[in-house]
């Protein structure tokens, strides 16, 4: 099964850095974010217990330069993430729904694989500007919590669901809000010009 996982692994690893050529030519593609909103349920309570991850402040700068070796780094760490951890409700973790955490059992929903991207990156040095939880809805209308990367290059979606790193106007989510580049506790709205739905969550 390791094995498996591992050739997976690598051949989605080799399939996005062909991809490259292709986020370069695509141009930047930014969301467009609007006033300050409520910060989700499950990520309050997070800051709660770990404060230190919830008070980061980034200075307002562009965002960081995407080169060849980092989208490497971000494939590798959006692939090692997905295969690593493995798929858990918080109903069947916790007991109880909207539980954020780091899934340091190997064990998470959608928001922990986010934390862990999140928290990866971070450690390779990414400011926390750059690297921002967002709140989604699936086309099904279910809700969903990805990372998106801000790049010189635009942004990025880092899923579960999904083994490719996109753009986040190659996807079908509706983008609803996600942290603030400049205060980590702090949330915005997103502005999802792709779609006239306006939608809140939790």
């Excluded at 929903?109 to 699936?138: F, S």
Aim: charged share 20%; net charge positive; proline share 4%.
């Amino acid at each position: 099964m390791k094995k498996t996982r591992g050739k997976l692994l690598l051949l989605a690893m080799a399939m996005q850095l062909t991809a490259w050529g292709t986020a370069y030519a695509a141009g930047p593609a930014f969301m467009h974010t609007g006033s300050r909103t409520t910060q989700p349920v499950g990520h309050y309570e997070f800051c709660q217990k770990l404060p230190q991850e919830c008070n980061q402040r980034t200075p307002k700068q562009a965002p960081v330069e995407l080169t060849r070796k980092l989208w490497a780094k971000i494939v590798s760490i959006n692939n090692s993430v997905n295969t690593r951890i493995m798929p858990r409700t918080d109903m069947e973790l916790w007991g109880k729904e909207e539980v954020w955490s780091y899934p340091n059992s190997g064990f998470g929903d959608c928001e922990d694989y986010a934390l862990e991207k999140r928290r990866a990156l971070m450690n390779i040095g990414i400011p926390a500007g750059d690297l921002l939880m967002t709140v989604a809805r699936q086309p099904n209308g279910d809700g969903h919590a990805v990372l998106t990367v801000r790049t010189s290059l635009g942004e990025f979606i880092l899923d579960n669901l999904e083994t490719k790193v996109l753009s986040w106007t190659n996807t079908d989510y509706t983008y609803l809000k996600r942290q603030s580049s400049q205060n980590s506790g702090a949330w915005v709205t997103i502005n999802d010009g792709r779609s006239d739905a306006v939608a809140s969550v939790r």
